[in-house]
């Protein structure tokens, strides 16, 4: 139980700090609301709205979150 609860909480800073900079970018470069990054986002703040409540309590479900936030960090890791 601690290992998915430490899993939890890295996974849910990771999702803070990476909305924080999707963000900033949105805001910087005028992204409209439909576009992937936006989307994006706003997959990220959902992921992160269900890890602080009771959404992934086992640990596939966490492991299959882990995946969709790798990929998003690809993604982010190619925008700095």
Do not use: P
């Not at 849910?12 to 992937?36: H, M, P, Q, T």
């Not at 990054?37 to 992160?48: A, E």
């Not at 990929?71 to 925008?79: A, G, M």
Request: some cysteine; aromatic content about 12%.
């Amino acid at each position: 139980m601690y290992q998915i609860t430490l899993k939890k909480e890295l996974l849910r800073e990771f999702c803070a700090e990476n909305c924080a900079f999707l963000i900033s970018y949105i805001n910087k470069n005028n992204v409209k609301e439909d576009d992937l990054l936006y989307n994006m986002y706003q997959d990220m703040v959902d992921i992160r709205n269900d890890i602080v409540g009771s959404k992934y309590q086992d640990e596939e479900s966490l492991i299959e979150v882990m995946g969709v936030c790798k990929y998003f960090k690809k993604i982010i890791e190619r925008l700095d």
